[in-house]
């Protein structure tokens, strides 16, 4: 039976992509934008693949490593960044199952891993678990039915046509304010309902295909399961057409388009005869003074959606959403067939490990006690002294940056400074850990299960949040719950105008106490100088040093800027990754602004070193972001994400600054050669 279902999916995605070529394999793939191979796609490259230094650097330094890559069983890609991520992980998994360990975090984690790990408990248990619910939205056949349910405070963590979460005021980061906003659409993006791409087909078939098996699983018949996911889409067809597309997330404006600033009354009256406030407090969030509705106009609307003749297909949505949610939390049957039936229509191979699956599902649900584990077992001194080495410098070289921009005005500039000199570090660890120590759930030898302790850690989550609503935010305090460390990241936060570089992210390849000064450099430093570059970029320059949303520019110099930003936006707007692509620069130019910045950075710290090895620190950049991943992934992560693709991090970064070009040799009508006048920066 499992045979014939992946083979039936398998031609799905042949129909999928039989549309047109989604990538092209002729003779190790095709350069479609003039300048390089989209080197990142696995099959594009091979061994007859030309790879020059100064044509493409990034494919002449991975080229070995690209022919001898194999994507992991179960994964999507690999490369540097996945490979420090499995080191990550191993550690993790190991401080899970460690039964050596104490103190309370041990203990939430190691109930909870046993109530993950122990199939057959959870086989005994099977779908049962999860009938009431499924039972409770089936009785649901009128809008009073509807809203009772919606409106009950035992249904808390249950999806509604909205988001609530609890966050900083973007006006007044000083305060914690409940952000009311769209809900997560199966497709993405809203526009995917009305002119559906490569990406979209991708997601709809995934949704349809795992979400009508779960519905098979949990009672219903096949035709019964069709009729649901039909309504679900119905329904969502129905919000997106008062959704924003997510191009608009990436518009010059898009921040000072979502500070709409409502009182409860007024919150009531935008939504109507939509019992949205009824539903605020049945989520388990307290009413507040104001709320923050990045979109109203879809809020609004709610009151003409939420009406009688909707009810199946409203009701259809909020079971479809239900049975995809479980689908990792019940028996191993319904575990096993929906991931091989998402990873045949992603393309991916084998299947994820049992230690990985247990470890991903405790990180959903107790990411800051298996946080603080990782911090004990594994975070030193040595390590957060070297960040704030490096981010000292960081700052120092960004301050004469800024000082020497001779397109910035004084006034500005000044400011500038001020927002850089005042920035938050956050390196590696926080001085006080998270305490979880109100948490706890039954286990499995008291009868519990992982959707009891689920409903107990969604309760938890939401007190937390509750308790913030209106109260002082702590500048200086490290939220892991937001921000865990054990993670291959790194980041800004506007709202506090900070810089978190992460524990995660400190081993293997990217970062060793005993690199070359060069590599590190290469590796954790870029990463370090993205973060503070991100404080200038076309959103992070919209707030100010204190993290609310201001113009502290003037006009000219704001001016100057939109146009320094629309030129690199123009340029990636040039880049066609595989035939048929369309490629946004505008959805990567903060990211790609942040690239620029962070080597602007690195190589300044450079010039004041002594004999320092350029080579190694080009050669080491380079090999940071080598990656080979599925056609499907790349599909859609081009679609989605705001960083551009990693062959142009590395080549697309390099090729504008003098120090490769003249170190290299590199000349016009070399593939890396880019005229100065042609070049694009910001800082």
């Known amino acids: 039976m499992m045979r014939m279902m992946k083979k039936a999916l398998s031609l799905l995605l042949c129909v999928l992509l039989a549309s047109g070529p989604v990538w092209i394999f002729a003779e190790g793939g095709t350069i479609l934008d003039g300048r390089w191979l989209c080197a990142d796609i696995k099959g594009n490259v091979t061994g007859d693949t030309p ?114 979460v609890v966050d900083t005021d973007l006006l007044n980061p000083n305060i914690y304010i409940t952000m009311i906003d769209t809900p997560e659409l199966m497709l993405q993006d809203s526009a995917e309902y009305t002119q559906r791409t490569q990406a979209g087909e991708l997601y709809y078939a995934k949704c349809q295909q795992v979400g009508t098996y779960m519905l098979t699983r949990l009672g219903f018949s096949e035709d019964e399961a069709a009729q649901v996911f039909g309504n679900a889409y119905a329904f969502e067809a129905l919000m997106a057409q008062h959704i924003k597309p997510q191009a608009a997330r990436y518009r010059e404006d898009y921040y000072a388009s979502i500070l709409n600033h409502y009182t409860p009354d007024e919150l009531q009256v935008l939504a109507g005869d939509f019992p949205i406030l009824k539903m605020i407090e049945a989520y388990g969030l307290k009413i507040g003074k104001n709320y923050l509705v ?28 239900e049975a995809n949610d479980l689908a990792k939390l019940l028996d191993q049957e319904t575990y096993q067939q929906t991931q091989a039936i998402s990873n045949t229509i992603m393309g991916i191979t084998g299947e994820t490990s049992e230690d990985d699956y247990a470890l991903d599902t405790v990180l959903d649900y107790l990411v800051v006690p298996m946080d603080n584990l990782y911090i004990q077992a594994y975070c030193t001194e040595q390590q957060r002294q070297d960040m704030l080495d490096i981010i000292g410098d960081s700052l120092r070289i960004y301050r004469r940056i800024l000082e020497s921009a001779d397109w910035l005005g004084d006034e500005t500039r000044a400011k500038a400074i001020e927002k850089l000199d005042t920035m938050r570090v956050f390196a590696v660890y926080p001085d006080q850990l998270g305490d979880w120590s109100g948490l706890d759930f039954s286990g499995a030898d008291e009868g519990g299960s992982l959707l009891t302790a689920e409903a107990a850690v969604n309760e938890f989550r939401l007190t937390l949040q509750s308790k913030q609503i209106d109260t002082s935010v702590d500048m200086d305090e490290w939220n892991q719950l937001i921000t865990p460390t054990a993670q291959v990241n ?57 993290g609310a949303l201001s113009n502290w520019w003037t006009d000219e110099d704001r001016a100057a800027f939109q146009a320094r930003a629309a030129k690199l936006a123009a340029w990636f707007n040039g880049f066609i990754p595989w035939e048929g692509a369309k490629y946004s620069g505008q959805q990567v130019q903060g990211e790609a602004i942040a690239d620029l910045g962070s080597m602007k950075c690195m190589l300044a710290i450079a010039a004041q070193q002594e004999n320092f090895d350029y080579d190694a620190f080009f050669r080491h950049y380079a090999a940071l972001w080598r990656t080979q991943a599925l056609p499907a992934y790349i599909i859609t992560k081009v679609a989605e994400d705001v960083h551009p693709m990693r062959y142009q991090r590395i080549n697309a970064t390099l090729a504008q600054f003098d120090e490769f070009i003249d170190y290299y040799h590199i000349q016009p009508g070399d593939g890396m050669y880019i005229a100065p006048e042609d070049r694009v920066s910001v800082w």
């Open 51 to 164: 790879a020059e230094l100064k044509d493409d650097f990034g494919l002449f330094v991975n080229k070995d490593w690209i022919l001898q890559a194999e994507i992991p069983s179960g994964e999507s890609k690999t490369g540097m960044i996945e490979d420090v991520s499995r080191i990550l992980k191993d550690r993790q998994i190991a401080l899970m199952k460690d039964t050596s360990l104490t103190g309370h975090d041990a203990e939430l984690v190691q109930k909870f891993y046993r109530l993950v790990s122990d199939w057959d408990y959870r086989n005994t248990l099977g779908v049962a678990p999860a009938m009431p619910i499924m039972e409770a939205f089936r009785s649901i056949d009128s809008l009073e039915a509807l809203t009772a349910f919606l409106c009950d405070r035992n249904n808390n963590g249950r999806y509604y046509p909205l988001t609530m």
């Open 490 to 546: 790194a980041s800004y936060g506007f709202n506090n105008n900070s810089i978190n570089i992460l524990a995660g992210f400190l081993c293997g390849g990217i970062y060793d106490e005993n690199m070359s000064y060069e590599q590190k450099l290469g590796g954790i430093g870029t990463v370090i100088g993205h973060e503070i570059s991100h404080a200038f970029d076309n959103e992070g320059s919209q707030f100010d040093i204190d």
């Open 294 to 321: 990045p979109e109203p106009d879809y809020v609004a609307a709610l009151q003409d959606l939420y009406i009688e003749e909707n009810v199946p297909l409203m009701r259809d949505w909020l079971t479809l959403k």
